[in-house]
């Protein structure tokens, strides 16, 4: 539930509600109730879910613009992690406890869904106090996991579960024994039969007994963008024949009793729950022949994949899933029970390496518009009358423009659509043969798309938009131009094409009147985002404020920031630098005693820092820089006082952010 508060006039503005905007952007849907609307018509994040503790988005903003930390910003809420992580226990323990279940449960967190030491130190704190674990998947993660740990401190850390995955040399697998020694609860997972060897030799070699984990290939397929995680294509784990043979293997050299943990993982976003049921079936069937083969097995390990309803739809579909994380805990314990029952074999402990559901719902992008495109209803009729005016000749199609214009009615809208889209193509194609002039093109151009309004107007009158006007609403929505990069914050809306919530964070008790796409400030013409989360259909276009010029002679429009949601799993990492914009600011923002704090800031990259990731010398461009100046003052090219400005520009440009600054 989306927590409204229901302001004490509700015709205020007009008669659209707060209610009424809650439902446009669908916030309880996909907020899970971590995400509200308040009587300002601002958007509001609940962290712990209770609607008497909120915290005022656009509240934040401006306390944040006071400190002079300005827009694109990611905000991190500590509190909504730390809900997430209890959730996700709660959980498994209810189902634990209903289904009398006599194995435990721990959830470790892979730090590749999001590796900021921020979210990392807060995961490893919990995970002591929820007996949850951490997981690496590569040699840098393992170190990262390794370092994390001891920070973590406390008496329960060495017995914090840390599973690596992922492919392992010698000297990772080395290092694995020699952190066993240390008193680490370590448990590596062979994914090639190679890395198997290299365990025994190691452990024999420093006299220490191991805890193993084995992937398997399982039969049952993966689903979804995933897909190829599982299956016995998988680039991933050991065939049957293989798992058998490593038994033997372990056998011989006594330490089959160090085969702790059983490993499948299939796949992320497992949009349909029933994916997972035939992978679990499988995996413990193996674990309950393995166990009577005479196997040390403790731990049954079914990967991550739980995943997160970013279109709120609760749909089998990519940017959804059909299960809640209550529904996900019971079928899981209730899986593993039945099938361990059946072969008298002791319940394991249930590990789950939930990375996405764990972090998706803390961080939260906001960013500014900074200018609009039309395409306008409103022709300018009496422009185009002047300009008619100064031709020798009105071409054809302008003619047949204006006329398709003026008498336009509901009974002929079909027509009207057909007519003027055949003389715009007409007008475009005298322009290209050299016959029209570019003020007939302008002319054409505009009484083309205020048909298009007309007829979107009308038609949106009759209930459902006929077939043929599909493609309107798009085509005459306008253009937001929002102050980021789609490629950094946003990577997997280029990449696969993945949804995110996108809510403006004010004015929600105004109607809003435009529909709109968004385009970033790279120069990349993928750098937008023209698909937008809805419940039933495939939505185009987002329905956003008029955004107005400022007053006077000042250049620039008011402020408007848009929200994008559920950012917290794989954006920061997988976000790259195209145009060398960098990482955005960071702020960690918590609930206190009398509202909103913040914990942490974490600057954004400054021009010079991605500038040296690319191997530029600082030092060396302002030397040119300052030599050139000089030479141009010389020669009265620039005043000394332009060139001080010039070269103050270029050090502050270098020390500053890599986004706008507005
Ligand atoms: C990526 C990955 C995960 C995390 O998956 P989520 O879908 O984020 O839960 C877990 N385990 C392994 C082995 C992975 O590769």
């Known amino acids: 539930m989306a927590t409204v508060t229901t302001p004490k006039n509700a015709f205020l503005h007009g008669r659209w509600t707060i209610e009424e905007a809650a439902k446009l952007y669908g916030l309880a849907d996909w907020g899970k109730g971590y995400v509200g609307v308040n009587q300002a018509g601002n958007v509001t994040v609940l962290p712990t879910k209770d609607p008497t503790r909120q915290i005022d988005l656009a509240e934040v903003i401006s306390g944040l613009r006071e400190r002079g930390i300005h827009t694109p910003v990611l905000l991190r ?10 959730e996700i226990r709660k959980s498994f323990d209810d189902a634990i406890t209903e289904q009398q279940y006599t194995g435990g449960y721990c959830c470790v967190y892979p730090i590749k869904v999001n590796q900021q030491r921020h979210i990392c130190e807060q995961v490893a704190n919990l995970a002591v106090q929820l007996q949850f674990g951490l997981e690496a998947g590569s040699k840098p993660e393992l170190l990262a996991v390794l370092g994390l740990s001891a920070v973590a401190g406390g008496p329960g850390v060495n017995g914090m579960p840390i599973i690596c995955n992922g492919f392992k040399d010698s000297e990772f697998i080395e290092t694995v024994i020699l952190a066993t020694k240390l008193g680490r609860n370590i448990i590596p997972v062979v994914e090639k039969f190679s890395e198997l060897e290299l365990i025994v030799k190691h452990a024999k070699a420093y006299g220490v007994r191991p805890r193993i984990g084995l992937r398997v290939k399982l039969s049952s397929k993966g689903a979804g ?12 784990g050991l065939f049957i024949s293989e ?7 372990l056998r011989k050299h006594e330490m089959l009793d160090c085969l702790n943990l059983l490993h499948c993982h299939v796949g992320s976003q497992l949009f349909d729950i029933r994916v997972l049921k035939n992978a679990i079936n499988e995996l413990t069937h193996i674990y309950c022949e393995l166990s009577k083969m005479g196997a040390g097995l403790t731990m049954l390990d079914i990967g991550g994949g739980m ?21 996900y805990a019971a079928d899981v314990v209730y899986r593993i029970k039945a099938v361990c029952d059946d072969a008298k074999v002791t319940h394991p402990t249930i590990l789950t390496e939930s990375g996405r559901a764990m972090v998706a719902y803390g961080s939260v992008l906001v960013m500014d518009v900074l200018g609009t495109s039309r395409f306008e209803a409103d022709p300018d009729m009496p422009a185009i009358e002047a300009a008619m005016k100064l031709e020798q000749e009105v071409p054809q199609p302008v003619l047949d423009l204006l006329d398709t214009y003026v008498n336009l009615t509901d009974r002929n809208l079909v027509e009207a659509f057909h007519d003027s889209t055949q003389a715009r193509d007409e007008a475009m194609s005298l322009f290209s043969l050299g016959y029209i002039s570019l003020q007939m093109r302008a002319a054409a151009e505009r009484l083309f798309w205020a048909i298009g309004h007309k007829i979107l107007e009308r038609a949106s009158k009759k209930s459902e938009l006929p077939d043929e006007f599909e493609s309107l609403p798009e085509s005459l929505s306008d253009i937001y ?39 970033d400030i790279t120069c990349d013409s993928d750098g937008k985002i023209d698909h937008f989360v809805d419940k039933r259909i495939d939505k185009k276009t987002l329905e956003l404020h008029e955004v107005k010029n400022l007053p006077g002679d000042e250049i620039g429009v008011e402020p408007y920031y848009i929200g994008v949601f559920l950012l917290g799993a794989y954006q920061e990492i997988l976000g790259d630098l195209h145009n060398l914009l960098g990482d955005t600011h960071a702020v960690h923002i918590s609930l206190g005693e009398t509202g909103w704090e913040i914990d942490e800031v974490i600057d954004g990259d400054t021009v010079e820092e991605v500038l040296q990731y690319v191997q530029y010398d600082i030092a060396d461009m302002k030397r040119a820089m300052r ?5 141009a003052c010389r020669q009265n090219r620039l005043t000394l006082a332009e060139g001080k400005s010039l070269m103050k520009y270029y050090d502050d440009g270098l020390e500053g952010y890599t986004y706008l600054e507005t």
């Open 243 to 249: 798992v058998i043979t490593a038994v033997e293997y």
């Open 627 to 631: 030599l050139d100046i000089e030479a």
């Open 225 to 236: 963008r995933w897909e190829s995680s599982a299956g016995v294509r998988s680039k991933f």
């Open 77 to 86: 809420f500590n509190d909504i992690l730390e809900h997430r992580l209890r």
């Open 307 to 327: 995943g997160v309803d970013y279109d709120g739809s609760q749909s089998a579909w990519h940017s959804s899933i059909n299960y809640t994380v209550q529904e």
């Open 481 to 519: 131009f929002c102050n980021f990069s789609l490629f950094q914050s946003m990577p997997d809306s280029w990449a696969i094409d993945q949804l995110f919530p996108i809510v403006p964070i004010h004015r929600l008790n105004e109607q809003p009147t435009r529909h709109g796409v968004l385009s």
